[in-house]
């Protein structure tokens, strides 16, 4: 199928691709100057693993085109996704203007078309409930064309979105059109392997799905980032507690793991919005708030842990922050908990030192001088007087920890992602502070007094 996908960001990217490497033919649109000359100069403008490769194939073969130019794109589009931005305003409503202006542009090329031209119009952005309604109204207004409107929620997460666009769980249109659902159901069949993962349902709980998938996400794990204060308290052991209730089939295993707090470009956005959708239907949502509070208090706790557990005074120590981004592959550090922790342990007047795989240039432009930046986490440990993990990636795991612990001002580890080996951490010697978790806790060596 002829397919148009306005906005080259990270969804509109992934979705582009994958649907080129479906066999449809994909134009892109991108308006930033400098983003359209990577893509059309064949790179891949953003991070993720398998997108450059798959881009690549498809753009060299044709199966993938690039322009700034919304009418020619459309000109021949079955489909047309809208895959803007719908960021947050300070005060955490949507920014809905970068989709209104799409929209807007899009119904000015449909304009000239005649009632014998028919397209299907795709949100794939997430917006708030009653926004695919507004746009078909406005578009029925504006042409005489055959309009139809879907909303087409994406669920990808960052680091796994090629694999989760091809694998989909489930594909969720929200409509009112038969006629459109048939369109997309075509458009997706090469990656439908059951029926029931196709899912058709009306507008406004297909915008609201995607909000309520996040915020039960985002729930889960704010539950058991609270439940780490219980275990603390009480000696349990939070990886023991997530095993015994994720066993339960009504429970299940995901998203349990707790840790410093999420962050990302997504949780803390769409839990925000919906604490303001449920505010727009005179609600004030009880549950939304402390999922927020619990991540805010969770990030600090984390910080202060550090202060507490130092034995040092925080003026003038350094600490070693290992891991940037908000999650591991991804160089993505959009609401990452280390912003927070970082700031905070800076106040307070330790010297922080920073490292990460991926996400480090991003973090320069927050932090600039204030933080010394390092290459690898074995020297960003040297001389330090503790170490503070953020960021799960796997490499953090495997690193020669004795060679370390000899090289630290103090041997004192804060595992915020509860992934490095308990028995390893003891064996080499460290004072070791997981979340949530019965810690290590040796007599503190200091090699320097203060
Ligand atoms: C999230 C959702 O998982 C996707 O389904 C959704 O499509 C996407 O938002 C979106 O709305 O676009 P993403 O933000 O890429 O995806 O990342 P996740 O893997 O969900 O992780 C989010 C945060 O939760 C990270 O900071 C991660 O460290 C944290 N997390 C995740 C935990 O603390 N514990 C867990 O058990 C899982």
Same mark, same amino acid.
């Given at each position: 199928?002829?397919?148009?996908?306005?906005?080259?960001?990270?969804?509109?990217?992934?979705?582009?691709?994958?649907?080129?490497?479906?066999?449809?033919?994909?134009?892109?649109?991108?308006?930033?100057?400098?983003?359209?000359?990577?893509?059309?100069?064949?790179?891949?403008?953003?991070?993720?693993?398998?997108?450059?490769?798959?881009?690549?194939?498809?753009?060299?073969?044709?199966?993938?085109?690039?322009?700034?130019?919304?009418?020619?794109?459309?000109?021949?589009?079955?489909?047309?996704?809208?895959?803007?931005?719908?960021?947050?305003?300070?005060?955490?409503?949507?920014?809905?203007?970068?989709?209104?202006?799409?929209?807007?542009?899009?119904?000015?090329?449909?304009?000239?078309?005649?009632?014998?031209?028919?397209?299907?119009?795709?949100?794939?952005?997430?917006?708030?409930?009653?926004?695919?309604?507004?746009?078909?109204?406005?578009?029925?207004?504006?042409?005489?064309?055959?309009?139809?409107?879907?909303?087409?929620?994406?669920?990808?997460?960052?680091?796994?979105?090629?694999?989760?666009?091809?694998?989909?769980?489930?594909?969720?249109?929200?409509?009112?059109?038969?006629?459109?659902?048939?369109?997309?159901?075509?458009?997706?069949?090469?990656?439908?392997?059951?029926?029931?993962?196709?899912?058709?349902?009306?507008?406004?709980?297909?915008?609201?799905?995607?909000?309520?998938?996040?915020?039960?996400?985002?729930? =889960?794990?704010?539950?058991?980032?609270?439940?780490? %204060?219980?275990?603390?308290?009480?000696? /349990? !052991?939070?990886?023991? @507690? &997530?095993?015994?209730?994720?066993?339960?089939?009504?429970?299940?295993?995901?998203?349990?793991?707790?840790?410093?707090?999420?962050?990302?470009?997504?949780?803390?956005?769409?839990?925000?919005?919906?604490?303001?959708?449920?505010?727009?239907?005179?609600?004030?949502?009880?549950?939304?708030?402390?999922?927020?509070?619990?991540?805010?208090?969770?990030?600090?706790?984390?910080?202060?842990?550090?202060?507490?557990?130092?034995? =040092?005074?925080?003026?003038?120590?350094?600490?070693? %922050?290992?891991?940037?981004?908000?999650? /591991? !592959?991804?160089?993505? @550090? &959009?609401?990452?908990?280390?912003?927070?922790?970082?700031?905070?342990?800076?106040?307070?007047?330790?010297?922080?030192?920073?490292?990460?795989?991926?996400?480090?240039?991003?973090?320069?432009?927050?932090?600039?001088?204030?933080?010394?930046?390092?290459?690898?986490?074995?020297?960003?440990?040297?001389?330090?007087?503790?170490?503070?993990?953020?960021?799960?990636?796997?490499?953090?795991?495997?690193?020669?920890?004795?060679?370390?612990?000899?090289?630290?001002?103090?041997?004192?580890?804060?595992?915020?992602?509860?992934?490095?080996?308990?028995?390893?951490? &003891?064996?080499?010697?460290?004072?070791?502070?997981?979340?949530?978790?019965?810690?290590?806790?040796?007599?503190?060596?200091?090699?320097?007094?203060?």
């Amino acid at each position: 199928m002829d397919v148009t996908v306005i906005g080259c960001g990270y969804v509109g990217l992934v979705t582009g691709t994958c649907l080129a490497s479906i066999g449809h033919t994909v134009r892109g649109v991108e308006k930033d100057v400098k983003k359209l000359r990577t893509l059309s100069d064949g790179h891949c403008p953003i991070f993720e693993p398998g997108l450059q490769e798959l881009m690549q194939e498809h753009y060299a073969a044709g199966q993938l085109q690039f322009t700034e130019n919304v009418r020619s794109a459309v000109r021949d589009a079955e489909v047309v996704f809208l895959a803007v931005g719908t960021p947050p305003k300070p005060d955490g409503t949507v920014d809905m203007s970068y989709l209104e202006a799409a929209g807007k542009e899009v119904c000015d090329a449909l304009a000239e078309n005649g009632d014998d031209y028919m397209v299907t119009i795709v949100i794939k952005s997430t917006v708030p409930a009653g926004t695919n309604r507004k746009l078909y109204k406005f578009l029925k207004e504006q042409t005489k064309a055959h309009v139809q409107v879907v909303s087409n929620p994406e669920f990808l997460r960052e680091g796994s979105a090629v694999q989760d666009f091809l694998s989909p769980d489930r594909i969720v249109i929200g409509g009112e059109s038969p006629e459109a659902f048939r369109i997309m159901r075509r458009l997706y069949d090469p990656i439908v392997k059951r029926e029931e993962a196709f899912m058709t349902m009306n507008w406004e709980s297909a915008e609201l799905t995607k909000y309520a998938a996040n915020a039960m996400l985002a729930a =889960r794990i704010s539950f058991m980032n609270e439940m780490t %204060v219980l275990c603390e308290h009480y000696g /349990a !052991d939070i990886e023991e @507690i &997530r095993k015994g209730i994720g066993s339960d089939f009504r429970i299940g295993p995901a998203f349990l793991r707790a840790g410093c707090g999420y962050g990302g470009s997504c949780f803390p956005k769409d839990v925000a919005a919906l604490e303001h959708i449920s505010k727009a239907a005179n609600y004030e949502s009880l549950f939304v708030n402390a999922i927020q509070t619990v991540n805010k208090n969770q990030k600090r706790r984390f910080a202060d842990k550090i202060i507490e557990k130092l034995g =040092r005074p925080i003026q003038g120590a350094t600490i070693a %922050v290992w891991g940037l981004a908000f999650k /591991a !592959d991804t160089d993505d @550090i &959009r609401e990452s908990a280390a912003i927070d922790v970082i700031r905070h342990l800076i106040d307070k007047g330790a010297h922080v030192r920073a490292h990460d795989f991926k996400a480090m240039e991003n973090m320069k432009a927050i932090f600039k001088e204030e933080v010394e930046w390092c290459h690898d986490p074995v020297s960003a440990a040297a001389g330090a007087d503790a170490v503070a993990l953020i960021t799960d990636w796997p490499q953090y795991t495997t690193l020669p920890f004795r060679k370390i612990a000899a090289t630290m001002n103090t041997p004192l580890i804060f595992d915020g992602r509860n992934c490095l080996h308990r028995d390893i951490m &003891r064996e080499t010697g460290f004072q070791y502070y997981p979340m949530g978790r019965p810690c290590i806790e040796n007599s503190l060596r200091l090699k320097h007094k203060v």
